[in-house]
């Protein structure tokens, strides 16, 4: 992960990708540090502790 990215918390990397929380932003992150996947409502909450 490059040292330029910063997350407010982050899951262990799975199949590639990692759950990470920026702000009110939750999505998954590649090992390059680019975000794959995004939730586009922030409304919409997870049960995975971060």
């Known amino acids: 992960?490059?040292?330029?990215?910063l997350v407010?918390?982050?899951?262990?990397?799975?199949a590639g990708v990692a759950m990470v929380r920026l702000g009110n932003r939750l999505g998954y992150i590649d090992t390059t540090g680019r975000w794959v996947i995004t939730v586009a409502d922030d409304a919409i909450?997870?049960?995975?502790?971060?």
């Open 45 to 50: 909450e997870d049960d995975t502790p971060l």
């Open 8 to 14: 407010d918390a982050a899951a262990d990397f799975t």
């Open 1 to 5: 992960m490059p040292s330029s990215l």
